[in-house]
């Protein structure tokens, strides 16, 4: 999952807090009043537009690095799209979640730790639920961030709705949409990424790229399907990193109908794709 902050964060000692424009309204987050007496409240002196209770963040990160079994780098955001991401960076776990973890009950937070530090499917989902309750706390959602499934050439809903009913039984509790159209010219780009799924978002975003006349609808399809079977397989924590295509994905992945014809596709026309 990509990090994206809506604000551009500073440090302050230990505490983060991000930067906001001049007469920017102040919101502080609710702290659970029996830690109220107990724990510093660190702000900047400019007005902010997210209080980080200190005291909280290094709770939650002390959980995280006990779990990890390494050194853990915590910040809290107000990012509705990339509510908790995470990487591993130099023997480094650099999480990124949103404050409604700050005060969440114990369940939830344990589950975000079995989720951070292991993929933990089950964590996965009782995150998803969470913040489905705590919808109310997320900034405004832009309007440019509506869910969009119909293309001019290809539906995204009707291609998930027939590979959940073929390869899932229908127990497909995700979103689908197409992605944001690229800013970058065609000639300088290098690199495409056609599908893409976060966990806790619950959501799967396809390159509108794919929306030509000329992509086959099963390409469109395997893509889809792929990302489909990242919902429904975590992947694997070992040795500090974490295998998004684990056995189980790959075996899976085979059973895709045109799974050689759609690898196939994909290397012949890749190169077009760029030039798109």
């Known amino acids: ?49 997210l209080f980080v209770h200190e005291g909280a963040r290094q709770s939650l990160e002390r959980k995280l690095r006990a779990a990890f079994g390494g050194s853990v780098i ?47 499917r089950d964590a996965s989902s009782s995150l998803g639920d969470y913040i489905d309750d705590n919808g109310s706390r997320l ?15 290809h539906d995204l809903r009707e291609i998930f709705e027939k590979l959940g009913d073929r390869y899932f039984d229908g127990a497909i509790n995700c979103f689908i949409t197409w992605g944001k159209r690229p800013t970058t010219h065609a000639k300088k780009r290098r690199t495409i990424r056609l ?29 889809v399907y792929h990302e489909m079977l990242h919902h429904v397989i975590p992947g694997s924590r070992g040795l500090g990193r974490v295998n998004l295509h684990p056995p189980e994905f790959k075996d899976r992945e085979k059973d895709f109908r045109h799974f050689e014809r759609a690898l196939a596709w994909e290397k012949r026309h890749v190169p077009r794709l760029l030039r798109s």
Request: aromatic fraction near 4%.
């Open 195 to 223: 599908g893409s799924y976060s966990a806790v978002d619950r959501l799967i975003r396809v390159h509108p790229l794919l929306d030509q006349k000329w992509v086959p609808r099963y390409f469109v399809a395997y893509i």
């Open 139 to 153: 900034a405004p959602r832009r309007r440019d961030a509506a869910l969009v499934t119909r293309g001019k050439h």
């Open 1 to 49: 999952m990509g990090v994206r902050s809506n604000a551009q964060l500073v440090s302050l000692g230990r505490a983060v807090a991000p930067r906001v424009a001049r007469g920017q309204v102040a919101a502080a987050i609710r702290i659970p009043q029996r830690l109220v007496p107990q724990l510093r409240l660190v702000a900047p002196s400019s007005a902010p537009r």
């Open 74 to 120: 915590l910040s809290i955001t107000d990012n509705r799209h990339s509510i908790i991401t995470h990487r591993v960076k130099k023997g480094t776990l650099h999480v990124r979640v949103h404050h409604m973890f700050l005060d969440a009950p114990a369940q939830v937070v344990d589950a975000l730790v079995r989720y951070v530090t292991r993929g933990d």
